[in-house]
């Protein structure tokens, strides 16, 4: 059998950049080392074994490829806040039970299944055909046993599998894909006015009592964080711009082998007058627009200044620039235009030229023909590429150099001026506030706080630079007084006060219109204006409003018999009171256009549901026993 031959031949691990690709479900990358006897019992499901070693795989799978995602601001907080121990757990737990399901519905992979799909996997073949010696050739030089590719094929051809069987009997109506379309696609049409909280900020009066009272309720907002200072070592690539020498033969060398990046394709420079036509209008409307086109374009060939004409006679975004579009390449305009624009010549002008916004005349000012950037404009900017490559990797190898000869209990400031380096001491920060003067540093506030005392951190790339980092000093949280805080205690009472008296008055308006007031003669009365924002979808963002998803929903619960909402919509902007104003439905044509996608897109997601249904219902009916918890100190 080949699959026993491969295992006589491939004797190492393949990178998990290979199991990625093929898409195995249920190979997890996250994880931490986990001291463990070969024999311990980590849990039971449904009576079968979850040990010690499968689980220290899952984990470490999952550590490297957390720690390859976030590099140097990776530290061991880190496994807490992903929660890796228990995520692994889960994981072996729920592929123990697809498979006891799988096994119960009769559902198995075949070892000649397996053959087949690493046969037909393109990663091992050459010229379409499986070739045995590029399949080893990639075992051992990535470091995976077969067996565990096997075992990875395998999984992912069962999980195939069991959807195939538990999607088999889903059907998708045309019923549901018309629902599913016009829940996304129509559109309501609202009025509202708005209670700015801002215009009663100043009628809210500060009382003492009621100020302390807010502030012993909301306390904890602004309980100050704990803070540290940090010493730092600074490793600038621009210091290490004496030591490097770039040479011409480098630089051209470079040029020719990044020839991609310095060709230029054909570019046209052009102005162009549009009259508007519609795909929609009568055959009428279109012979009318046509026909003014025509007299523009007569005017252009008699020497009519062209930008002149077309901040007279065009309709498009461009008329008050004259038509000027600039220089654009194919592929940015309409395949029409864009034809009938790289057929001309400098200085000519095109016929009559249609696409779906209407007839265009276009001026061809200046043609740059396709080639190569030439070495001598890009010179400079190589040789400084070049040099900040070079300089980088100098920078770096320092950085590893000094963190080789670095004692565990290194006093920072002391070993830098040993080295030639001067250490700098940072203001206190919180863990996301950014280190003064350190570009970036705000990504790398929890592994600063990781730290242990004297403990350095390692090398870390911020903006540019290299850096090793020293707790100096820490500050830990504590509860201000309000007298410490005040300003911005009385700043949020004012504004909880405003907003709460925008409330007020918003329910007070709402309730005089559902008792018959009009809703202009509200509104004059307290002088607020009427904004009508137009149509819009349960998706979009409301203009002068903003993403507000409750808002749409209660939008599209309105109609013309209920055409106020039951109370107002109140977000940080202020409290609004809407107003049905209008319906649309959706479009029938671009319904039948998109139903395909929209058939597909409700398959997914039945899928998903359908999956994690099943997953569900297979815990609840488990006998889960954890003999070993996972979820203590590593």
């Known amino acids: 059998m080949l699959l026993s031959l491969m295992r006589k031949h491939a004797k190492s691990w393949l990178i998990k950049a290979l199991i990625a690709i093929i898409a195995v479900v249920f190979v997890f990358y996250f994880g931490y080392s986990f001291n463990s006897d ?10 079968e074994l979850i040990n010690g070693p499968e689980y220290e795989k899952v984990y470490r799978d999952m550590l490297t490829s957390l720690q390859a995602r976030y590099k140097s601001m990776w530290n061991d907080n880190m496994i807490k806040m992903f929660n890796l121990k228990n995520r692994a757990l889960e994981s072996l737990i729920t592929q123990r039970l697809m498979s006891q399901a799988a096994r119960e519905l009769g559902l198995d992979v075949t070892e000649e299944e397996v053959q087949k799909a690493i046969m037909n996997y393109p990663a091992f073949q050459i010229n379409g055909r499986f070739d045995m010696r590029r399949y080893q050739f990639l075992l051992s030089s990535n470091h995976m046993e077969s067996e565990d590719f096997e075992a990875s094929i395998t999984s992912e051809l069962l999980d195939k599998k069991i959807k195939q069987f538990l999607f088999a009997f889903l059907n998708i109506t045309d019923r549901e894909i018309l629902e599913y379309y016009t829940f996304a696609n129509e559109k309501v049409k609202i009025a509202f006015v708005e209670f700015n909280p801002e215009n009663l900020k100043k009628s809210v009066k500060i009382d003492e009592a009621q100020l302390n009272k807010y502030f012993e309720k909301n306390k904890e907002q602004y309980r100050v964080p704990e803070k540290v200072s940090v010493v730092y070592l600074e490793i600038d690539p621009k210091n290490f711009e004496g030591e490097v020498k770039i040479t011409e033969k480098e630089v051209e060398s470079y040029y020719e082998y990044n020839a991609k990046i310095y ?7 052009a102005r162009h007058i549009l009259l508007k036509s519609d795909q929609d209008d009568s055959q009428e409307v279109k ?34 620039q004259g038509g000027d579009l600039g220089y654009f390449k194919a592929g940015q305009m309409e395949p029409p235009f864009e034809e009938a624009a790289f057929a001309l010549k400098k200085g000519e002008i095109s016929d009559l030229v249609q696409t779906r916004f209407g007839y265009h005349i276009i001026l061809v000012e200046d043609v740059k023909e396709a080639g190569m950037t030439p070495l001598a404009e890009v010179k400079e900017d190589i040789s400084a590429t070049l040099i900040g490559n070079l300089t980088t990797e100098l920078a770096h190898e320092k950085g590893l150099t000094l963190l080789d000869q670095m004692p565990y209990d290194v006093d920072l400031v002391a070993y830098g001026n040993h080295h030639g380096i001067t250490s700098k001491t940072s203001p206190h920060f919180s863990k ?28 870390i790339e911020l903006g540019g630079k290299f850096y090793i980092f020293q707790t100096a000093e820490s500050k830990a949280s504590y509860l201000p007084e309000l007298k410490e805080v005040r300003e911005a205690v009385q700043k949020r009472f004012i504004a909880h006060e405003a907003r709460a008296a925008a409330e007020s008055a918003a329910e007070k308006y709402l309730k005089a219109l559902k008792e018959g007031k009009s809703w202009e003669a509200m509104a004059a009365e307290n002088s607020l204006k009427i904004q009508k924002p137009g149509f819009f979808t349960r998706r979009d963002p409301i203009p002068d409003i903003g993403n507000a998803p409750a808002l749409n929903e209660m939008a599209f619960k309105l109609s013309k018999d209920s055409r106020y909402t039951q109370k107002p919509f109140v977000n940080d902007k202020g409290a609004f009171v809407i107003r049905w104003e209008g319906d649309e439905g959706i479009d029938e044509k671009k319904f039948q256009e998109e139903k395909d996608t929209y058939h597909n897109s409700l398959t997914q997601t039945k899928h998903q549901r359908i999956f994690e249904s099943w997953i569900k219902n297979l815990r609840k009916k488990a006998r889960i026993e954890i003999v070993t918890p996972v979820d203590g100190d590593s």
């Not at 350190?438 to 706080?449: A, C, N, Q, W």
């Open 432 to 459: 996301n506030e950014p280190i003064p003067d350190i570009k970036g540093s705000e990504k790398i506030g929890p592994t600063l706080f990781a730290l242990e005392k004297n403990e350095a951190s390692g090398i």
């Open 287 to 320: 012979d009318t627009t046509q026909k003014r086109a025509e007299k523009v374009l007569e005017k252009a060939r008699k020497g009519v200044d062209f930008a002149t004409l077309a901040k007279e006679y065009s309709e498009g975004p461009s008329k008050p």
């Open 263 to 269: 060709s230029q394709p054909k570019q046209v420079k």
């Open 38 to 47: 070969q024999a311990m019992k980590i849990a039971y499901v449904n009576g």
